[in-house]
Protein backbone atom coordinates (compact mmCIF):
# COMPACT_ATOMS: atom_id res chain seq x y z
CA UNK A 1 0.00 0.00 0.00
CA UNK A 2 1.42 3.57 -0.65
CA UNK A 3 -0.16 6.98 -0.30
CA UNK A 4 0.13 10.43 -1.65
CA UNK A 5 0.98 13.13 0.40
CA UNK A 6 -0.50 16.09 -1.02
CA UNK A 7 0.90 18.89 1.61
CA UNK A 8 4.09 19.12 4.40
CA UNK A 9 3.38 17.70 7.39
CA UNK A 10 4.59 19.35 10.42
CA UNK A 11 5.23 17.82 13.16
CA UNK A 12 4.95 20.08 16.73
CA UNK A 13 5.69 20.00 20.17
CA UNK A 14 7.94 19.56 23.20
CA UNK A 15 11.51 18.58 22.98
CA UNK A 16 11.71 14.91 23.88
CA UNK A 17 7.98 14.07 21.77
CA UNK A 18 9.92 12.44 18.90
CA UNK A 19 9.86 14.55 15.98
CA UNK A 20 12.93 13.59 14.79
CA UNK A 21 13.02 10.38 15.39
CA UNK A 22 9.18 9.80 14.63
CA UNK A 23 9.47 11.98 11.39
CA UNK A 24 12.10 9.90 9.92
CA UNK A 25 9.94 6.89 10.38
CA UNK A 26 6.79 8.44 8.85
CA UNK A 27 8.97 10.04 5.90
CA UNK A 28 10.59 6.37 5.08
CA UNK A 29 7.34 4.97 5.22
CA UNK A 30 5.46 7.46 3.24
CA UNK A 31 8.42 7.52 0.93
CA UNK A 32 8.71 11.56 1.03
CA UNK A 33 11.94 13.42 2.26
CA UNK A 34 12.34 14.46 5.83
CA UNK A 35 13.75 17.41 6.96
CA UNK A 36 14.44 18.90 10.09
CA UNK A 37 14.45 22.91 10.58
CA UNK A 38 16.64 23.22 13.39
CA UNK A 39 19.10 20.86 11.59
CA UNK A 40 18.69 23.60 8.45
CA UNK A 41 19.43 26.36 10.62
CA UNK A 42 22.54 24.38 12.49
CA UNK A 43 23.86 23.75 8.92
CA UNK A 44 23.09 27.21 7.39
CA UNK A 45 24.60 29.14 10.42
CA UNK A 46 27.70 26.27 10.79
CA UNK A 47 26.51 25.53 14.49
CA UNK A 48 25.14 23.95 16.77
CA UNK A 49 20.99 25.58 17.92
CA UNK A 50 23.01 25.95 21.35
CA UNK A 51 25.54 27.91 20.04
CA UNK A 52 23.53 30.23 18.25
CA UNK A 53 21.15 30.82 21.83
CA UNK A 54 24.44 31.74 23.05
CA UNK A 55 26.03 33.38 20.59
CA UNK A 56 22.79 35.81 19.37
CA UNK A 57 19.95 34.69 21.66
CA UNK A 58 16.74 33.16 21.41
CA UNK A 59 15.21 35.93 19.31
CA UNK A 60 17.77 35.87 16.81
CA UNK A 61 17.06 32.53 16.61
CA UNK A 62 13.21 32.20 16.36
CA UNK A 63 14.15 35.02 13.61
CA UNK A 64 15.85 32.87 11.47
CA UNK A 65 13.50 29.57 12.59
CA UNK A 66 10.99 31.08 10.93
CA UNK A 67 12.60 32.27 8.12
CA UNK A 68 13.75 28.51 7.14
CA UNK A 69 10.69 26.92 8.12
CA UNK A 70 8.59 29.38 5.31
CA UNK A 71 11.64 28.03 2.77
CA UNK A 72 10.96 24.70 3.53
CA UNK A 73 7.29 24.93 3.12
CA UNK A 74 7.65 26.46 -0.06
CA UNK A 75 9.58 23.34 -1.03
CA UNK A 76 8.01 19.48 -2.27
CA UNK A 77 5.94 18.30 0.32
CA UNK A 78 7.95 16.50 2.92
CA UNK A 79 7.76 15.33 6.49
CA UNK A 80 8.98 18.58 8.53
CA UNK A 81 10.28 17.78 12.26
CA UNK A 82 10.40 21.54 13.95
CA UNK A 83 12.12 22.91 16.89
CA UNK A 84 9.79 22.64 20.24
CA UNK A 85 9.32 26.39 20.52
CA UNK A 86 8.83 26.60 16.43
CA UNK A 87 4.86 26.52 16.80
CA UNK A 88 4.74 29.50 19.49
CA UNK A 89 4.88 32.18 16.60
CA UNK A 90 1.76 33.29 15.22
CA UNK A 91 3.40 33.88 12.25
CA UNK A 92 4.71 30.45 11.96
CA UNK A 93 1.40 28.67 13.04
CA UNK A 94 0.00 30.97 10.23
CA UNK A 95 2.57 29.88 7.61
CA UNK A 96 2.11 26.18 8.30
CA UNK A 97 -1.84 25.92 8.24
CA UNK A 98 -1.62 28.17 4.94
CA UNK A 99 1.23 25.80 3.14
CA UNK A 100 0.97 22.15 5.14
CA UNK A 101 -1.01 20.29 8.25
CA UNK A 102 0.50 20.52 11.72
CA UNK A 103 0.84 17.24 13.64
CA UNK A 104 1.12 17.93 17.62
CA UNK A 105 2.81 14.72 19.07
CA UNK A 106 1.05 14.86 22.37
CA UNK A 107 3.83 13.85 25.43
CA UNK A 108 3.58 13.67 29.10
CA UNK A 109 5.70 15.84 30.87
CA UNK A 110 6.75 12.50 32.93
CA UNK A 111 7.94 10.58 29.25
CA UNK A 112 9.56 14.24 28.04
CA UNK A 113 11.52 14.02 31.56
CA UNK A 114 12.73 10.85 30.84
CA UNK A 115 13.81 11.78 27.43
CA UNK A 116 15.77 15.26 27.57
CA UNK A 117 17.29 14.92 30.73
CA UNK A 118 20.35 13.55 30.20
CA UNK A 119 20.85 15.41 27.05
CA UNK A 120 23.39 18.31 26.78
CA UNK A 121 22.02 19.90 23.77
CA UNK A 122 18.98 21.38 25.07
CA UNK A 123 19.78 25.14 26.05
CA UNK A 124 16.84 26.16 27.34
CA UNK A 125 17.51 23.52 29.98
CA UNK A 126 20.81 24.55 31.17
CA UNK A 127 19.38 26.08 34.79
CA UNK A 128 19.58 25.33 37.65
CA UNK A 129 16.24 23.17 38.23
CA UNK A 130 15.83 21.76 34.70
CA UNK A 131 12.62 19.88 35.43
CA UNK A 132 10.96 22.91 36.93
CA UNK A 133 12.08 24.72 33.91
CA UNK A 134 10.81 21.85 31.28
CA UNK A 135 7.42 21.58 33.64
CA UNK A 136 7.36 25.65 32.69
CA UNK A 137 7.67 24.95 29.41
CA UNK A 138 5.10 21.83 28.94
CA UNK A 139 2.63 24.91 30.95
CA UNK A 140 2.92 27.30 29.01
CA UNK A 141 3.18 25.61 25.86
CA UNK A 142 0.69 22.67 25.95
CA UNK A 143 -2.76 25.60 24.83
CA UNK A 144 -0.52 26.52 21.89
CA UNK A 145 -0.03 23.23 20.42
CA UNK A 146 -3.43 22.65 21.22
CA UNK A 147 -3.96 24.53 18.25
CA UNK A 148 -2.84 22.37 15.80
CA UNK A 149 -4.64 20.50 13.05
CA UNK A 150 -4.03 17.11 14.01
CA UNK A 151 -2.75 15.99 17.70
CA UNK A 152 -1.43 12.35 17.84
CA UNK A 153 -0.52 11.01 21.57
CA UNK A 154 2.63 9.79 22.66
CA UNK A 155 3.14 6.85 24.93
CA UNK A 156 6.09 4.99 26.40
CA UNK A 157 4.91 1.70 25.39
CA UNK A 158 4.46 2.75 21.31
CA UNK A 159 7.51 2.15 19.21
CA UNK A 160 9.32 4.96 17.12
CA UNK A 161 6.95 2.81 14.23
CA UNK A 162 4.14 2.54 16.51
CA UNK A 163 3.96 6.19 16.75
CA UNK A 164 4.14 6.61 13.44
CA UNK A 165 1.80 4.20 12.29
CA UNK A 166 -0.73 6.25 14.40
CA UNK A 167 0.46 9.41 12.55
CA UNK A 168 -0.67 8.01 9.37
CA UNK A 169 -4.35 7.05 10.64
CA UNK A 170 -4.34 10.73 11.82
CA UNK A 171 -3.44 12.13 8.76
CA UNK A 172 -5.90 9.79 6.54
CA UNK A 173 -8.11 11.39 8.63
CA UNK A 174 -7.23 14.80 6.28
CA UNK A 175 -7.95 13.83 2.24
CA UNK A 176 -6.66 16.99 1.52
CA UNK A 177 -3.29 15.97 3.33
CA UNK A 178 -2.81 12.49 2.34
CA UNK A 179 -4.71 9.85 -0.04
CA UNK A 180 -4.36 6.18 0.03
CA UNK A 181 -3.15 4.66 -3.27
CA UNK A 182 -4.48 1.25 -4.10
Not at 145 to 169: G, H, N, P
Amino acid sequence: MSWELKKTVVLVGMMGAGKTAVGKALAARLEVPFLDSDAEIETAANMSVAEIFTRDGEAFFRQKESQVIERLLDTECCILSTGGGAFLADRNRKMISEKGVSVWLNAGLKLLWQRVRHKDSRPLLRTADPFATLSGLFEQRTPIYMKSDLQVIVEDRFSIEETAERVIAALETRPDVLEKIP
